[in-house]
């Protein structure tokens, strides 16, 4: 018999799209599956739905919280499941029916650790977006490290811990951290440094849902966004790899990719966290030179380090008149 996989879905004011969710789950051409619905204190009705869909179908199970965030309804699920392998899915997304199917054979064919695949982004217009995903239909493999490479140049696959299965081993010593953002990278970063072998399906099966109200795209708080600077502070000053010259290039294009992006959103906040833009005025100062001297670093990300020898104001007031849209 095949073995169970765990789907983790932490639930939370989901009551608009939660049944396409559950629906995709549970057609399933995997069947031996079993459905984790973490209701994380929904004020609206998601609860009650949940209780609802799991009268109609045995795999699943209903866990109610109190509300304390996605990353602790995603350890809640991980301490009750009972699969060889786990998969995480967002109550707002949705999968291909073969999703988990591919997902596991790509493990079992390979003997990988962890298999991904592509996703396809429904934009606020429901236009759609595939990425990490083409018509080739091939599995290629890579070891943890370097499929962690790729990733921080932003080839392979993604950063989220969605659109990806996992061997439960994985998770033996490791949970969820307490961001509000960069959680999932966070949890790929430590599973994939564990893999000896990461299976890249290269086939779109995870559907990315965009909504105005989700976190990434609340613009109420942008303190939030130095979750991410914390976040590769925790993974450069911990990290056992970067020996690895390639690696540690990589892994320092995206650090300071990202203390770019956070800066610019912190910048809008006037005279608020100033010890947070100190500190990552200190990071890019730290690791510009490696930036500007790596070939496979973006282009628009050795732009910024460039013109950062400059000051910090030079970059803001190029940036304001040549980046309408906002991004670097």
């Not at 919280?65 to 899915?89: C, H, P, Y």
């Not at 993604?158 to 959680?183: H, I």
């Not at 000896?196 to 099966?205: C, F, P, R």
Request: charged share 25%; with cysteine.
């Amino acid at each position: 018999m095949n073995p169970l996989i765990s789907i983790i879905v932490p639930v939370y004011n989901a009551e608009s799209f939660i049944r396409k969710c559950v629906d995709s789950l549970c057609g399933q051409t995997y069947k031996n599956i079993e459905i984790i619905l973490v209701d994380d204190g929904s004020p609206d009705n998601s609860g009650a739905i949940c209780d609802e869909l799991k009268q109609n179908d045995e795999r699943i199970v209903v866990l109610h919280r109190k509300n304390e965030g996605v990353s602790s309804a995603r350890n809640a699920g991980l301490d009750i499941m009972s699969g060889d392998f786990v998969t995480f899915v967002d109550s707002d997304d949705y999968v291909a029916e073969n999703y988990i199917e591919c997902l596991y054979n790509a493990i079992k064919t390979e003997n990988a650790d962890i298999s991904t695949c592509g996703h396809v982004r429904i934009n606020f217009d429901r236009s759609e977006k595939i990425i990490f995903s083409d018509d080739s239909n091939k599995i290629f493999c890579m070891s943890g490290i370097e499929s962690l490479t790729n990733l921080f140049y932003g080839k392979v696959c993604s950063a989220s811990s969605g659109s990806k299965l996992y061997n439960k081993s994985l998770f033996k010593k490791l949970r969820f951290p307490d961001y509000v953002m960069g959680e999932d990278t966070f949890i790929v970063y430590h599973t994939f440094s564990n893999a000896n072998i990461v299976a890249h399906t290269n086939k779109a099966l995870y559907y990315y849902v965009q909504h105005h109200s989700s976190v990434t795209n609340n613009k109420s708080n942008y303190y939030k966004f130095y979750d991410y600077v914390r976040l590769y502070d925790h993974i450069i000053s911990s990290d056992t790899h970067i020996d690895n010259k390639d690696y540690f290039y990589a892994l320092v294009n995206r650090l300071i990719e990202n203390n770019f992006w956070v800066y610019m959103k912190l910048r809008n906040c006037s005279n608020l966290y100033p010890r947070e833009k100190r500190h990552i005025e200190d990071n890019i100062k730290k690791y510009r030179r490696y930036v500007v001297c790596n070939p496979k670093a973006q282009n628009r990300v050795r732009m910024a380090c460039l013109l950062s020898y400059g000051g910090m104001h030079t970059l803001d007031w190029i940036y304001d008149r040549i980046n309408k849209n906002g991004k670097l």
